[in-house]
T-cell receptor, first 114, second 114 residues
Framework: AQSVTQPDIHITVSEGASLELRCNYSYGATPYLFWYVQSPGQGLQLLLKYFSGDTLVQGIKGFEAEFKRSQSSFNLRKPSVHWSDAAEYFCAVGPMEYGNKLVFGAGTILRVKS | DTEVTQTPKHLVMGMTNKKSLKCEQHMGHRAMYWYKQKAKKPPELMFVYSYEKLSINESVPSRFSPECPNSSLLNLHLHALQPEDSALYLC?????????????FGQGTRLTVV
């Protein structure tokens, strides 16, 4: 069965510092991987996705993620964090073809200190 | 237009009430989803409609009844809910069919059952 692990429940970084959020997945076939961000009480916004090809993918708001098949990882990075990046981040896996389902990790809450 | 619109944004209902949540998208997507998200938890899939037919039902209690009247609309009918059903209900859509694409989420309906 597919699963996603986000080992860090909370992360606190200083504004301007770099960020890396970890994601490990378990999936029997070619994984389709996503990072979503959620502000309190809001819906989920897609940051970036990986389907195939280049293992370093660029997303919105200056985020990027690297797919490493050998480590079953899809970590999210940002070189310089802004206070507005404080939110909860979810990694997800699953094919969406034929209206299939996403499996989410538990989420990582990012706090940014000034 | 990459928007999924959910109404209402907030809903308070008694345990004997009947209410409905509504979701609409105009992206031409053929797969639509209902997720339930409890506080400090990731979204959990409830239902998937693919081409207006229910394709995934994650063993949700019968007090939740989905309806997909056409490819742009998705409703969730609520009846005799329990306080533990209080949560953020998220609607999403994706292209459906053989195309593997991301899911777009609405802003959610915050449901409180009293």
């Amino acid at each position: 069965a597919q699963s996603v692990t986000q080992p860090d429940i909370h992360i606190t970084v200083s504004e301007g510092a770099s960020l890396e959020l970890r994601c490990n997945y378990s999936y029997g076939a070619t994984p389709y991987l996503f990072w979503y961000v959620q502000s309190p009480g809001q819906g989920l916004q897609l940051l970036l996705k990986y389907f195939s090809g280049d293992t370093l993918v660029q997303g919105i708001k200056g985020f990027e993620a690297e797919f490493k098949r050998s480590q079953s990882s899809f970590n999210l990075r940002k070189p310089s964090v802004h206070w507005s990046d404080a939110a909860e981040y979810f990694c997800a896996v699953g094919p969406m073809e034929y209206g299939n389902k996403l499996v989410f990790g538990a989420g990582t809450i990012l706090r940014v200190k000034s | 237009d990459t928007e999924v619109t959910q109404t209402p944004k907030h809903l308070v209902m008694g345990m004997t009430n009947k209410k409905s949540l509504k979701c609409e998208q105009h992206m031409g997507h053929r797969a639509m989803y209902w997720y339930k998200q409890k506080a400090k938890k990731p979204p959990e899939l409830m239902f998937v409609y693919s081409y207006e037919k229910l394709s995934i039902n994650e063993s949700v209690p019968s007090r939740f009844s989905p309806e997909c009247p056409n490819s742009s609309l998705l409703n969730l009918h609520l009846h005799a809910l329990q306080p533990e059903d209080s949560a953020l209900y998220l609607c999403a859509s994706s292209q459906g069919g053989r195309v593997n694409t991301e899911a777009f989420f609405g802003q959610g309906t915050r449901l409180t059952v009293v």
